[in-house]
């Protein structure tokens, strides 16, 4: 009796297995082509405005790669992602930098890619979890095999949360220097990806010391980082 339960419980796992590969290797082939409408940060960050009892807000318009500023995704990539075109999805270096210094620093850092970032923000629930960084790894591979960099920079630029209710870097753009994201300079591209992780605190527009400082190691570095063509 207990090997038949074993059994029919090993079948029913398999079965699960398969048809999870099947769904979400489905639902990422799908969003190669067609752009996500909304993330689940974005209807969190919704809802926790409401309950403060403030209006919904999401300001999100999105931009083709080839209409973003070359500024913003060389800064992007620099900023965020230094060996962005030449790791799988995952840098280890940057992960171990990461895991030596949240050893002796309060200030937490993380060592995720731009292509976690984007697995992260598409697929996935906002937190910290070892079940939800495992799913993270999975949707990491998945989309650095079936999108290429050049979708996943595009999705991450457009996704991305800019500050309290704006996602994106063209309603960040527009919101913040009154211009389109396929119009800015090197200064206003660095600034913009420089108040990253944390929009809602920092400002692009009133750059505190610290953000003055990032921005500026940002600009000095993007000339030499490369972006998918």
């Not at 992602?81 to 799988?88: G, R």
């Not at 620093?105 to 923000?121: E, F, H, P, V, Y």
């Not at 996935?124 to 990491?140: A, V």
């Not at 919101?175 to 600034?191: D, H, I, V």
């Amino acid at each position: 009796m207990l090997f038949f339960w074993q059994k029919k419980l090993g079948k029913t796992f398999a079965h699960i297995c398969f048809y999870f590969i099947i769904i979400t290797i489905s639902w990422v082939f799908i969003l190669r082509y067609i752009n996500p409408p909304i993330t689940w940060l974005m209807l969190q960050r919704g809802i926790e405005r409401k309950l403060e009892g403030q209006d919904w807000k999401l300001e999100k318009q999105w931009v083709h790669y080839e209409d973003l500023s070359e500024n913003l995704k060389r800064a992007a990539i620099t900023g965020e992602d230094a060996n962005f075109m030449i790791h799988a999805g995952f840098d280890i270096k940057a992960i171990r930098e990461a895991y030596k210094k949240n050893q002796t620093d309060d200030l937490i850092r993380g060592g995720s890619t731009i292509s976690q970032q984007t697995a992260k923000n598409v697929f996935l629930w906002p937190g910290r979890s070892w079940i939800r960084k495992g799913f993270e790894s999975y949707f990491t591979i998945l989309i650095e095999l079936l999108w290429g960099k050049k979708r996943i920079l595009e999705v991450y630029l457009n996704i991305i949360e800019m500050g309290d209710g704006i996602y994106g870097a063209n309603a960040a753009t527009l919101s913040y220097f009154s211009k389109p994201a396929t119009a800015l300079t090197k200064r206003q591209a660095a600034l913009l990806i420089a108040i990253l992780p944390n929009p809602k605190k920092w400002s692009a527009t009133k750059p505190s010391t610290f953000i003055n400082r990032k921005a500026n190691t940002i600009l000095r570095y993007m000339e030499q980082s490369d972006i998918p063509n």
